[in-house]
């Protein structure tokens, strides 16, 4: 048995057609904007009906027509377009401003239209303030991790069972020589050093004056001796060193920075914002010139 009426209430004409015993649709007009849009309805247990939202898949049922034989009352097509629209998550931002205008036909709609925006930018604003709230947590928690991780790279080399040697040398470079040689005893073991022996070394005019002035904030003397150890050996290209080449800018594209010898100048890490910048001659010789932090470019 087919079951048919309308009901007119604020410009909206719902037609509804129901076949008892199986789903049939749902089909409302909106006559402010010409579109036909399609419900999925279900029978229940005690005459109940379940509205729910249609499958894009499924096929829509046409409506009957007023006049026997004549069109029908509603068209179908597109009826299930609004159906990915309606996933969509959007804001009236997201409606061009001449569409947003046709809605506004009256007092009552503008004023619904301007609630919903003034709605809308102060969701906005909070959400905005929360996100910077929770950045700037993020950034005190970073830097606090940051401390404490420069802390305990410094309290790891004051317990190096080498520190008690420090100033005991006639020279900072003899001090540096030693402090290298003995580092490595401890660093690594007799069969690593038969196969990757110390290479030859020296150090630039400015190292010393630069590892003074980075040993004045907290870089850690002996993450630094193991980081030229790695180089020395021929290590310097382990991930956690990101050995690269020193370019002559910012920018990426920059060409790379050499010496007065044509030989190329490499930076890695040595722990926190600090890095060793060094050459590699075509004797395998290492030339220590700085250590700077990381947003120094060597002078």
């Known amino acids: ?5 309308s009901l007119v209430r604020n410009s909206v004409v719902l037609a509804v057609y129901l076949l008892f015993s199986v789903a049939c649709f749902l089909t409302v007009h909106e ?6 849009i399609a419900l999925h309805i ?4 005690a005459g109940e009906w379940l509205f729910s939202l249609p499958s894009p898949a499924d096929t829509v049922i046409e409506p009957p027509s007023v006049l026997p034989e004549g069109p029908a009352w509603l068209p179908t097509v597109d009826a299930l377009a609004y159906l990915s629209r ?6 009236l931002a997201d409606v061009p401003v001449e569409s947003l205008l046709e809605t506004v ?5 503008a004023q619904t239209t301007i609630r919903a925006m003034h709605r809308q930018l102060t969701e906005a604003q909070a959400e905005n303030r929360r996100l910077e709230q929770a950045n700037e947590q993020l950034r005190a928690e970073n830097a606090d991790l940051t401390k404490r991780n420069r802390e305990y790279e410094k309290s790891i080399g004051e317990a190096n069972p080498l520190a008690v040697f420090s100033g005991r040398f006639a020279s900072a470079r003899e001090e540096l020589d030693w402090q290298l040689r003995a580092q490595s005893l401890l660093q690594f073991t007799v069969e690593e050093r038969e196969r990757r022996p110390l290479t030859r070394w020296a150090y630039g005019d400015a190292f010393f004056d630069s590892l003074a002035e980075c040993e004045h904030g907290d870089m850690s003397r002996w993450s630094l001796i193991r980081t030229m150890l790695l ?3 021929g290590k310097e290209t382990l991930n956690g060193l990101r050995q690269h080449q020193l370019r002559t800018g910012r920018g990426g594209d920059n060409p790379g920075r050499k010496d007065e010898h044509g030989n190329t100048i490499y930076r890695c890490n040595v722990h926190g914002q600090y ?3 060094f050459t590699r001659d075509g004797a395998d010789r290492v030339t220590f010139l700085s250590v700077n932090t990381h947003d120094d470019l060597l002078l």
């Open 1 to 5: 048995m087919l079951i048919f009426w």
């Open 31 to 36: 006559h402010s904007r010409g579109a036909t």
């Open 42 to 45: 279900e029978e229940r247990d």
């Open 86 to 91: 309606l996933h969509m998550h959007s804001t």
């Open 105 to 109: 036909d009256s007092v009552p709609s």
């Open 231 to 233: 180089v020395l050996t």
């Open 275 to 277: 890095r060793l910048h």
